[in-house]
């Protein structure tokens, strides 16, 4: 199984950037997804999930209702719309996978199994 994040970069205070994760070696569509980050020196902390099905998702207080998660099982792609994106937001963004289908979305990374490489975001004037 191989996720890829795609769609980071530098962004200005107040911008927007959309991530992709596209996955290969698993079909996703059984499967919940979720967005973590890692800023130097702090723990992963998850963001956002979506779960199997599509029809729920979930956010950390830090990104609600600035961030938005969807998924295309069609293109077995995640994504992870950011919008007015705070200097607080630079980080390296990662895509995780569970292992079991229809599994709970989860906050804890520990409980993830597979991961992208990770994408860096860059919120600076």
């Known amino acids: 199984v191989q996720l890829v994040e795609s769609g980071g970069g530098w962004v200005q205070p107040g911008g927007s950037l959309r991530l992709s994760c596209a996955a290969s070696?698993?079909?996703?569509?059984?499967?919940?997804m979720a967005w973590f980050r890692q800023a130097p020196g702090e723990e992963r902390k998850f963001l956002a999930g979506?779960?199997?099905?599509?029809?729920?998702?979930y956010f950390a207080d830090s990104v609600n209702s600035r961030f938005a998660i969807s998924r295309d099982d069609a293109k077995n792609t995640v994504y992870l719309q950011m919008n007015s994106l705070k200097p607080e937001d630079t980080a390296v963004y990662y895509c995780?996978?569970?292992?079991?289908?229809?599994?709970?979305?989860?906050?804890?990374?520990?409980?993830?199994?597979?991961w992208g490489q990770g994408t860096l975001v860059t919120v600076s004037s």
């Open positions: 979506i779960t199997w099905t599509g029809k729920t998702t």
């Open positions: 070696g698993r079909t996703l569509s059984r499967y919940t």
């Open positions: 995780a996978l569970p292992n079991e289908r229809y599994a709970s979305v989860d906050r804890e990374y520990r409980n993830y199994y597979y």
